[in-house]
């Protein structure tokens, strides 16, 4: 179908362009923008005055529950979560049940996302089988099957010499791997350690749980940099996920000046909230990294800012009723995101200035700066020319109203995750289309 979005202000970060123009696209491309648009005979045309018209969001950490929880069909409705987002491109961890290690697990699951005709997903595969921290998994097989890099999720590798192993060989094809830092036996608590813990008689997760483990990773780095001069970082890429304190991007900041090959990400909710936001015991709050103090908030946005981060993600993790209707300690960590990722965005980037640089910038780290990380990552993801407009590239486009505002309510949201520490707030900013290869996955009129 030959679709023609006309009337929105086209803004693409990593082009630099910010205009009034018509996008055309054919084939599932973008086949012209703006003068090239011209005389452009088209199936449809999409309306997008008032409207910003973007590259599709780019969010480099989601759970899908799949493979384990076909039952509920639950790829189906978090699909459809992220498209209603925005979102075109997922990159999913691989702590499902069972655990992505085996590139069956993972065929399965690409094959399914694909016949739902929604956002691309992109598997990360399990760097140890089970998540177990002891056993390499064979990352040439996953990597064929279709993984993009790999990842841990949330389980640390205690064994300094099974990760220094993960590391060198991941260096030496060329996988990217993706870890959470957090020290095995510091990062057992269920708050950030600070006073708010302390009166509240919380577990404490103190911020060294994260600076051991970084030291650690950038000390094997510089071991494997030190053996293989030649190559920048050893040759290893290292992806960082959600950085949440004042000390752990310094150290990431010091990293990127030496020279490491490292990239990082911090999620919505420790861009926009701090431990404070746990109130009397707020389960919606019990998160994975913890909620930490006003300080490291206020780093981390400076750090998005400046570049030292490079991705903004929602970390989005559906976590049902039950599992939150319990004493904070017990409750599951997590939240929904995928559909207040745009938006949450758009808030940072209002807090930044009006200008439309500020809003740039704000999109940037939804689309350019995880698009840049993927490519780093799996220089074949690269390939669908996701987090970009330009002519040639895959129409993965999203068209939002940025002044539109909504209530955050359960009803709201798509995904079955309906826990958020952001619920009954203003949202400003909505998805009116999504567009995945040239396919209209999302159109608001339609609900």
Known sequence: MKLLIKNGRVLDPASGRDEQADVAIAAGRITGIGARAHNFQANRELDASGCLVIPGLVDLGARLREPG?????????????????????????PDTDPVLDEPALVEMLRERAQKLHQARVLPLGALTRGLSGEVLTEMGQL?????????????????????????????????AVWLRPQDAWLGGGVAASGPLAMRMGLAGVPVAAETIALHTLFELLRAMRGANPAAAGGGARLHLCHISS?????LVRQAKAEGLAVTADVSINSLHLTDMDIGFFDSRARLNPPLRQQRDRDALRDALADGTLDALVSDHTPVNADAKTLPFAEAEPGATGLELLLPLALRWGTDLGDGAAALAKA?????????????????GA????????????????CVLDPNRRWQLTA?????????????????????????????????????
């Open 69 to 93: 929880y076909e039952h509920a069909r639950m790829l189906e409705s978090e699909m459809a979560a992220a498209v209603a987002g925005g979102i075109t491109s997922v990159a999913c961890l």
């Open 143 to 175: 990597t064929d099957a279709g993984c993009v890099a790999f990842s841990q999720a949330e389980r640390p590798i205690v064994n300094t010499r099974v990760l220094q192993r993960a590391l060198q060989y991941a260096s030496t094809f060329g996988y």
């Open 246 to 250: 004042t000390a752990g991007v310094e």
């Open 363 to 379: 999109i940037a780290a939804i689309t350019q700066g995880p698009a840049r990380v993927l490519g780093a990552a799996a220089p």
């Open 382 to 397: 690269a390939q669908t020319g996701c987090g970009r407009l330009t002519e040639g590239g895959m129409a993965d486009i």
């Open 411 to 447: 009803q709201a949201l798509r995904s079955q995750g309906k826990n958020t520490p952001f619920a009954g707030q203003e949202m400003t900013g909505q998805v009116r289309y999504t567009l995945v290869g040239g396919h209209i996955a999302f159109e608001a009129s339609a609900r």
